[in-house]
């Protein structure tokens, strides 16, 4: 595929949501990276999501912009969280298939295609496919809380899922958009999807340290409100009964 077919206002088939805040210096690197993995593969566009950015973000990426019409940038006028973030970045998708990696450079782009392709070769049972990290470069502290968080999460959801929180996913547009929309909800996502009678397909990713800054997403700032997520999920899936079958009858 050339840039002409990316560019030329064909319809994508693929969008890449990347949600983003204060990450001026990682946005040039990383688009190049997504470039160097999709190109060749797929009409794909990539949709940034700043999420209430203080840096220089929004006018970097309407910078990168001129130079690439598959660029978009969606802004939230204050910070809003990831899952908000991201589920602005699907709502604006053009893409059947939409595939999100962190902003900050730890997701390796070059597993965007594994993820893609499960999902197409899925077909319609297969509504995710989610990355599983090995190898993480986080502190000893960061993974440790990571163990603790997922263990507790498939105890109590049994989603089969040993590593929730890889920014790494690709799923069906229309499969998201089903789910129960609230904060926190990027990390539940193999949970709700199985919830909507949908496989899951894995792909191991490997880990890496963030180009520059810091995370602007913590782990404290989280924990008793992803406790009341959990216990929230556990009763949305609780509560679940099947989907009738409807159809119309003509007179």
């Given amino acids: 595929m050339d840039d002409a077919l990316t560019n030329s206002g064909t319809t994508p088939a693929v969008s890449i949501v990347v949600p983003v805040r204060n990450e001026a210096d990682n946005l040039t690197p990383l688009i190049a990276e997504i470039t160097a993995a999709l190109e060749g593969r797929w009409a794909y566009e990539i949709v940034y999501v700043d999420d209430g950015s203080s840096d220089a973000t929004p006018q970097r990426l309407s910078a990168i912009m001129k130079q690439r019409d598959n660029l978009r940038q969606i802004r939230h006028a204050r910070s809003a969280g990831q899952s908000a973030a991201v589920r602005s970045g699907v709502r604006a998708a053009r893409g059947a298939i939409v595939a999100t990696l962190d902003g900050d450079g730890q997701n390796n782009p070059a597993f965007l295609p594994l993820l893609i392709a499960a999902i197409e070769t899925g077909g319609d049972r297969v509504g995710l496919a989610a990355g599983q990290r090995v190898g993480r470069k986080d502190t000893g502290f960061k993974k440790f809380q990571s163990r603790v968080a997922n263990r507790v999460r498939n105890a109590i959801l049994r989603d089969g899922t040993r590593?929730?929180?890889?920014?790494?996913?690709?799923?069906?547009?229309?499969v998201f958009l089903l789910l129960p929309y609230f904060d926190g909800l990027h990390r539940f996502l193999p949970a709700l999807v199985r919830r909507e009678g949908f496989e899951i397909a894995y792909v191991d990713v490997t880990d890496r340290p963030r180009h520059s800054g810091v995370s602007n997403y913590g782990f404290f700032d989280r924990l008793w409100i992803g406790l009341m997520d959990l216990a929230g999920v556990w009763w949305l899936i609780r509560r679940k009964k099947s989907t009738p079958v409807a159809t119309e009858i003509a007179s």
């Avoid at 590593?163 to 229309?174: E, I, P, Q, T």
Wanted: glycine share 16%; proline share 0%; net charge positive.
């Fill in 163 to 174: 590593d929730s929180g890889c920014g790494l996913k690709a799923f069906r547009r229309d």
